[in-house]
């Protein structure tokens, strides 16, 4: 039997060739190619005149992906945000008509930071991210590291960068080194919902994630990076009588400690979030809810990138793909350094700020941690209409969701329930989450879910973090962030780097880990996952 070969759709060719010899074609064909990743521009906007050319007839019926004769929907454009570019092979190059579109289009970015669309192929941790900042100056070090350092922190996540960055920034304290096995921020830092909040359930934790909520809002102006940070507040939604009081008193407890959070009822609720269905599917009634004013959000890999460049311009090394295979001990059993392929680095002192196996370093320190690792897993669906404000979370539902500047839902619950490395999604997950969030939000069911992922948490037993030294001289830690690290990256790293450089942090000294042996646990369950 003869084989035929499918005729090829133009659309599938190179772009450069395809336009090679029609160039009369070239100015008028940009909106027709969606796939290429182009900037188009909105109507009224530049659009160019309808043409009469056969080709140009059979792209617009069809096209894209979607069988013939059935028109490509318009793409959802978010205002101030680009759409990635392909990191694979292929050509990836813009006209001056598409510049200046874009420029009409997307107007004055914020803070002046310009940004751009990947060219061509990227390695590392930007093949991973939708944005790329393209004034980022990351002055990373040639050769290996230096054989002494002052500190040595492990993880080049936000932590252990933020750490690094306030040492040398607030302290001068500059001969740091940050170690990380892969890129910067590929770990629990490149895989959270990036929610900034600081409605807690005990005052010591109000305290330090309202430091850490105001220092998220300064961040942009004193790193000059833009994060991409936006207030929207978080609706914390009570289903039962029971949980409205809970949430009753902790709008109280919150506003004392200096959280500003409210109680409110259904019509308020109703009005600050019309696509919530108030009667719960007639099964899930929303009684009231705690209003927390300035929860927010920001973009992960954006807060990284701020840290690593404050670090690396003020003297600080940070070197990627440099795993830590074991500490150096002196005779005392004092941590004196880190094991690497590279070879040993003498430290005076260590930081563990690792995500997710922090057990196995502080078990090379001889150090037992009250620490269970979880994983914690989350998605988003296609884009949405940009009219979903706040961030809402559900007590008894278990379940949140957000809506990320791409317009897409973000959805997520809480850690699983047994104790796990594994980073990879669960259909029954996806299958609970979903009809969760469907129940209380009827729109969700049109959308598709476009990708998910899942980090891995250390969760102590009391729910609160670990932080400062150990009982193993020269060794420090900053872990069991569970669920809610990254919203407390910027008062950890500013706190820590204090303690280390003055002797004295009043806001993280509750959370020692000598706290379990003085019996003065930090018990806040409302800090694991939604709860």
């Not at 002196?330 to 563990?352: E, F, M, Q």
């Not at 729910?463 to 569970?482: A, N, Q, R, V, Y």
């Given at each position: 039997m003869a084989h035929h070969r499918r005729a090829r759709c133009p659309r599938r060719r190179p772009l450069a060739r395809w336009l090679r010899g029609r160039a009369h074609l070239a100015r008028r064909c940009v909106r027709h190619l969606p796939h290429c990743g182009r900037v188009h521009a909105p109507d009224g906007a530049g659009r160019p005149p309808r043409h009469r050319h056969p080709r140009a007839r059979l792209r617009r019926s069809h096209g894209g992906c979607g069988p013939r004769g059935v028109a490509r929907p318009a793409p959802h454009r978010v205002a101030g945000a680009q759409r990635p570019a392909r990191a694979g092979p292929g050509p990836d190059r813009r006209c001056a008509s598409e510049v200046g579109a874009a420029r009409r289009w997307f107007?004055?970015?914020p803070g002046g930071v310009r940004r751009e669309a990947r060219v061509g192929r990227t390695v590392g941790g930007t093949a991973v991210n939708e944005f790329v900042e393209t004034l980022l100056d990351l002055p990373w070090q040639v050769g290996d590291p230096k054989p002494v350092y002052d500190v040595v922190i492990i993880g080049g996540g936000g932590h252990g960068l933020a750490t690094a960055y306030y040492l040398a920034t607030r302290?001068?304290?500059?001969?740091?080194?940050?170690?990380d096995a892969n890129f910067i921020g590929s770990g629990n830092s490149g895989r959270n919902t990036t929610i900034i909040r600081s409605n807690y359930g005990i005052p010591e934790s109000v305290h330090f994630y309202q430091r850490s909520l105001e220092m998220y809002q300064q961040l942009e102006d004193e790193t000059g990076c833009w994060i991409m940070h936006t207030t929207k507040g978080q609706i914390w939604t009570a289903h039962s009588v029971m949980t409205a009081r809970t949430e009753q008193t902790r709008a109280l407890m919150n506003a004392a400690c200096g959280a500003k959070t409210d109680y409110i009822g259904p019509d308020e609720i109703k009005r600050l979030c019309p696509q919530m269905d108030i009667t719960g599917g007639g099964r899930y009634p929303v009684h009231g809810a705690s209003y927390h004013h300035e929860g927010a959000t920001a973009r992960h890999d954006r807060v990284v990138w701020a840290y690593a460049q404050g670090a690396l311009r003020h003297g600080a090394h940070v070197f990627?793909?440099?795993?830590?295979?074991?500490?150096?001990?002196?005779?005392?059993?004092?941590?004196?350094?880190?094991?690497?392929?590279?070879?040993?680095?003498?430290?005076?002192?260590?930081?563990?700020?690792?995500?997710?196996?922090?057990?196995?370093?502080?078990?090379w320190a001889d150090v037992r941690l009250p620490i269970r690792t979880h994983a914690l897993q989350a998605f988003v669906t296609n884009a949405y209409a940009q009219e979903f404000a706040p961030i809402v979370s559900s007590n008894d539902l278990v379940f949140y969701v957000s809506q990320t500047p791409r317009g897409q839902m973000l959805i997520g619950a809480e850690y699983d329930r047994f104790a796990s490395y594994r980073q990879t999604t669960t259909f029954s997950y996806l299958q609970a989450c979903s009809k969760k969030a469907v129940t209380m939000f009827p729109f969700l069911g049109k959308l598709r879910i476009l990708r998910s992922w899942?980090?891995?948490?250390?969760?102590?037993?009391?729910?609160?973090?670990?932080?400062?030294?150990?009982?193993?001289?020269?060794?420090?830690?900053?872990?069991?962030?569970?669920t809610w690290g990254f919203k407390a990256i910027p008062a950890a790293g500013s706190q820590l780097a204090q303690l280390l450089a003055t002797g004295s942090a009043p806001l993280i000294e509750p959370f020692g880990l000598d706290r379990f042996a003085r019996e003065a646990a930090m018990a806040d369950p409302s800090s694991a996952g939604t709860r």
């Open positions: 107007g004055a970015v302290h001068g304290i500059t001969n740091v080194c940050v170690l990627q793909h440099t795993p830590v295979t074991g500490l150096t001990r002196g005779a005392d059993g004092r941590v004196t350094g880190v094991v690497t392929p590279k070879g040993n680095i003498a430290a005076g002192t260590v930081i563990s700020a690792v995500g997710g196996h922090v057990s196995t370093v502080a078990g899942t980090g891995i948490c250390d969760v102590s037993t009391d729910f609160s973090p670990i932080l400062g030294p150990t009982t193993t001289d020269g060794f420090w830690l900053s872990t069991g962030w569970g």
